[in-house]
């Protein structure tokens, strides 16, 4: 019987700089057999179903390139987001195709709705491109860029509406997390190495602050779910985000 539904983001939340987890292995299946999980992540499907591989967990249904694929239990995907080739087409509208073409042939390949570039350069192409559209999101070495109108949280709340949640836990870590624990109705905020929350999830209503380091935060939570009260959630759109979200870039991914 499934105890809770929970929405997680991946690196830094569920892994360590090192894409490993510090989670025992008899813990990992103790949750396989009593929660229902749902990875959430600037990764592609194929980067997600790695991960889920590593954990022993179910990778599907999940969503994917911070929010713009959703993929379901069968592992048909949904694109909610612009598709690559006219996410291109804006930023050469915007002049900077080239510049983010050549930032991005080191990425790691394969997205649909996505590009990366450096984290270190994403300040120069995010000047302007919520004019056609588009946001640019800071996630440790690397930065996504794509449509602004879905994030984590939107797709989330999407993919629960489909599949008759209405009751759901997100943990997260970082900026990019905000609209995912907004939109749930119990939220967790992943403490980081230097001891401190992210401000912009230590904020959100209702958030507990996990006292556990990183990944050690995610046993800390499911042990807390029986007694974290259940808040409704936030409206979409009320937190829109800005076209550059901020993130401390120490993670490997977001």
């Known amino acids: 019987m499934i105890r809770h539904w929970i929405v997680s983001d991946i690196d830094g939340t569920l892994l360590d700089p090192s894409e490993r987890t510090p989670l025992p292995q008899g813990f990992l299946d103790e949750v396989r057999a009593t929660q229902r999980v749902v990875l959430a992540s600037s990764r592609t499907p194929e980067e997600i179903a790695a991960v889920g591989e590593h954990l022993g967990w179910p990778a599907t249904p999940c969503i994917a390139e911070d929010g713009q694929l959703v993929v379901d239990a069968e592992g048909q995907i949904e694109l909610l987001g612009t598709a690559l080739d006219e996410l291109l087409a804006r930023l050469d509208a915007h002049r900077v195709g080239a510049r983010v073409r050549a930032l991005s042939a080191e990425a790691p390949g394969g997205r649909r709705a996505s590009v990366l570039i450096p984290a270190e350069r994403a300040a120069e192409i995010a000047s302007g491109v919520a004019d056609v559209g588009l946001r640019v999101t800071m996630g440790g070495r690397w930065a996504t860029i794509t449509d602004a109108g879905w994030n984590k949280g939107r797709a989330a709340a999407r993919l629960m509406h489909q599949l008759g949640v209405t009751s759901w836990a997100a943990i997260g870590n970082a900026a990019n997390d905000a609209a995912l624990l907004r939109g749930a109705t119990q939220r967790f905020a992943i403490r980081e190495g230097d001891g401190h929350h992210d401000p912009a999830l230590a904020t959100i ?14 046993a800390e939570m499911v042990s807390l779910l029986p007694t974290t009260p259940t808040l409704p959630p936030e409206p979409e759109g009320r937190h829109a985000p800005p076209s550059l979200d901020h993130q401390r870039p120490h993670h490997p991914g977001a």
Do not use: A, D, I, M
Request: zero cysteines; charged letters at 0%.
């Open 205 to 218: 209503p209702g958030v507990v602050l996990l006292t556990q380091f990183g990944p050690l935060g995610w």
